[in-house]
């Protein structure tokens, strides 16, 4: 067996001194440019390997799986998601104690993907009998020391899940909870607190409810209907209650037709002689998949997104299901209007017109499609109760010095935001912002456009990234949203990888292991050919790995691990000399 199958069996204590060892010691004294190959041969990330005993054959229903509580036996589901899972633990609980004839309510839990119902104290010993022969893993909750499940205030069932090669279980943190509410006095008390509250009338109508008045972690089209009390019902002011769409820009940046239309316009555009070249170099343009993948993370993180709108220059990635009512593939052209340059190869330019998508709702998050969700989120991860916003600050700071035509684009965009923030409001930006979701308004949008019209405008003239562009949704609208009481700071545990750096696979070892982040970015700034064959290989074996369930957006499968996305990078030919236009001075 390979070297770096066998770190992938050995315990996270072993691999992690063997990596960083690796990345001290080894990394060091090879040449620069084969750095980031050597770092992922010897750092594994695709599927973990299974033991020659425990070899399941590839139409088995179940498998074997180490996960964190030990070896456990998981059904096999291309399909699954935590949000299903979830669904499916719940529904086996209630049907065990229907079968019973068990009386029961539900009753929302605190933990995000934890759902809970109420069962009363003296249908304590009928329901545990209920519960054992309905097959699924059972674990004393409450008291923590109690082992006796005849002693327990609160019970936890789950039916583990995983992928085809058992790269994610989904199990016991997706359970569903059986607390024992004890009756005196014609009140009914439970065993501990949860969001609404835990001592109700017993007399207490008992009505349906939608899945949304348990919880966050739902679809917001989901009908299904579960019996409860009354009071459960209503939902506590610390809920989202409005829906929130996702607006995501992809480009396939090895498109012939692509290609053609970009050539013309860098002849077209010759100011970008004397432009930094990540205006327009190829690394922003290449497409490795991430879409896919970052759609899954959606998906399985996330299923309280209200509808998604992908909007590209009319092209549509081959895998991509058009057909799901979740989901619009929007054209530049409908955003633009008559308004810009289209074609356009700018991304800056391609955000100022985001907000007049059709049907798009007032709330929405922005993303790029190498930015990733790591792990299930709540929606108040990225906005208020009331509506507000959050944002999220980096530790990198917005260049300090004055703008040069050569800066790179990120940064010219960072100074002409901070111009802007300084003119309208006396204020100094002085941080970039994480390449996180962006929690966006249109209306805040909208208003940011009247304001300041010419810069808007103008950035949506630009074809490439242009030193007057200005970067109104990834940073200029955080800005003033929070100077206009619209935006409050947020906490995110987020992780930035350059693909190029060859760090990077150490990086994504960790992350795989401990699945700890709200959210993560895998981009590429600026790198050769040389290197994007590895980067697309690290990839390939990263992305199955960490998000192996399919979403329903996709036509086909998942993608093998044994065949990595293509990625064309397309012949650049040298811009010529045209007149500059300027905005900023």
């Not at 399909?79 to 104690?97: C, F, H, M, Q, Y």
């Not at 008390?189 to 008045?213: H, M, S, T």
Request: glycine share 6%; hydrophobic share 40%; with cysteine.
């Amino acid at each position: 067996m390979p070297l770096r199958r066998l770190l992938r069996l050995a315990p996270w204590q072993v691999r992690s001194r063997i990596i960083r060892s690796v990345q001290r010691r080894v990394l060091p004294r090879v040449s620069e440019e084969q750095r980031l190959g050597v770092a992922r041969r010897l750092v594994s990330l695709s599927h973990p390997p299974q033991l020659p005993l425990m070899r399941t054959p590839a139409n088995a229903p179940s498998m074997r799986v180490r996960t964190g509580r030990g070896w456990v036996t998981a059904r096999r589901d291309p399909g699954a998601s935590p949000a299903s899972v979830r669904r499916e633990n719940l529904d086996n609980v209630i049907a065990a104690l229907d079968t019973a004839g068990i009386d029961w309510f539900r009753i929302p839990a605190k933990a995000l993907r934890i759902t809970a119902v109420a069962v009363r104290t003296t249908d304590r010993a009928a329901a545990i009998k209920a519960l054992e022969q309905s097959t699924g893993l059972i674990d004393v909750i409450k008291p923590k020391r109690v082992k006796k499940r005849r002693q327990a205030e609160v019970l936890r069932l789950h039916w583990p899940v995983t992928d085809p090669h058992g790269s994610l279980v989904l199990g016991y943190d997706l359970g569903c909870e059986v607390e024992f509410w004890a009756e005196h006095d014609g009140v009914l008390r439970g065993p501990r607190p949860n969001p609404i509250a835990d001592v109700v009338a017993a007399g207490e109508a008992v009505v349906l409810a939608p899945e949304a008045a348990f919880g966050a972690f739902s679809s917001p089209h989901d009908p299904r209907t579960y019996r409860t009390k009354q009071i459960f019902t209503m939902p506590g002011p610390d809920r989202i209650a409005f829906p929130i769409d996702v607006v995501y820009t992809w480009v396939d940046g090895g498109d012939p037709q692509w290609q053609t239309r970009k050539a013309a316009a860098l002849a077209d555009n010759g100011w970008l002689e004397e432009a930094s070249r990540l205006a327009h170099n190829n690394a922003r343009f290449a497409s490795r998949d991430e879409l896919r993948y970052s759609l899954r993370s959606l998906h399985c993180f996330a299923p309280w997104v209200n509808h998604i709108y992908l909007v590209t220059d009319d092209q549509v990635p081959e895998w991509l299901d058009t057909t799901q009512p979740g989901l619009t593939v929007v054209s530049h052209r409908e955003i633009f209007g008559d308004t810009g340059t289209l074609p356009t190869f700018n991304s800056q330019a391609i955000e100022s017109r985001l907000h007049r998508i059709p049907g798009l709702n007032e709330h929405f998050l922005y993303l790029n499609d190498d930015v990733f969700l790591g792990r299930p989120v709540s929606p108040e991860l990225f906005f208020t109760p009331g509506g507000l916003t959050r944002f999220f600050p980096s530790n990198a700071q917005v260049d300090s010095a004055p703008r040069r035509p050569d800066d790179p684009p990120a940064d010219s965009a960072g100074k002409n935001n901070r111009e802007l923030i300084r003119s309208a409001f006396g204020r100094v930006l002085t941080r970039k912002m994480m390449h996180t979701p962006h929690p966006s308004r249109i209306t805040l949008i909208s208003e940011i456009e009247q304001r300041f019209n010419e810069y808007v405008t103008a950035t949506a003239g630009h074809q490439f990234r242009h030193p007057d562009d200005i970067a109104l949704l990834s940073s200029l609208q955080q800005y003033y949203a929070y100077l206009t009481g619209r935006a409050a700071p947020g906490t995110i545990a987020y992780t930035y990888a350059d693909l190029a750096n060859p760090a990077t696979p150490f990086k994504l070892a960790r992350l795989l292991r401990h699945r700890d982040l709200d959210t993560f970015c895998l981009n590429d700034t600026d790198s050769d050919d040389a290197v994007a064959a590895e980067q697309v290989a690290l990839l390939g074996e990263f992305l199955p790995a960490y998000l192996p369930f399919a979403s329903p957006y996709e036509r086909t499968g998942p993608l093998p691990a044994a065949s990595p996305p293509r990625v064309t990078v397309p012949a650049q030919p040298s811009p010529t000399k045209t007149p500059r236009r300027r905005t900023f001075s």
